[in-house]
Nanobody, 124 residues
Framework: QVQLVESGGGLVQAGGSLRLSCAASGGIFIMNDMAWYHKTPGEQRELVAAITSAGRTNYTDSVKGRFIISRNNAKKTVYLQMNSLKPEDTAVYYC??????????????????WGQGTQVTVSS
């Protein structure tokens, strides 16, 4: 079973930095587009940053110039470098990946997988 496991969240003061990691494991698979979302209480998950398998990136306006998404395909890991953090960045951050699993003969259809989330708290 494919799993995504996030790490790197925590408590930081405004202006500080954190680096989130999300590692995928569980069999043979291909990871296509990957992304980070965040969620605050009472709100829906919102896209923060995304990266394609070719390395093209896009960011929500509120994090442009502060956050950097990257990936290491050999390590099956996606990262989110978060700089100049603000209290409004406080949220649970989730990684997601579009993954095709190898069945033993062919790669199957693409499905979305999600991590369990990691809390980021920015104090003022």
């Amino acid at each position: 079973q494919v799993q995504l496991v996030e790490s790197g969240g925590g408590l930081v003061q405004a202006g500080g930095s954190l680096r989130l990691s999300c590692a995928a494991s569980g069999g043979i698979f291909i990871m296509n587009d990957m992304a980070w979302y965040h969620k605050t209480p009472g709100e829906q998950r919102e896209l923060v940053a995304a990266i394609t398998s070719a390395g093209r990136t896009n960011y929500t306006d509120s994090v442009k110039g502060r956050f950097i998404i990257s990936r290491n395909n050999a390590k099956k890991t996606v990262y989110l470098q978060m700089n100049s953090l603000k209290p409004e960045d406080t949220a649970v951050y989730y990684c997601t990946a579009k993954i095709r699993k190898f069945s033993g003969f062919v790669y199957g259809p693409e499905y979305d997988y999600w991590g369990q989330g990691t809390q980021v708290t920015v104090s003022s």
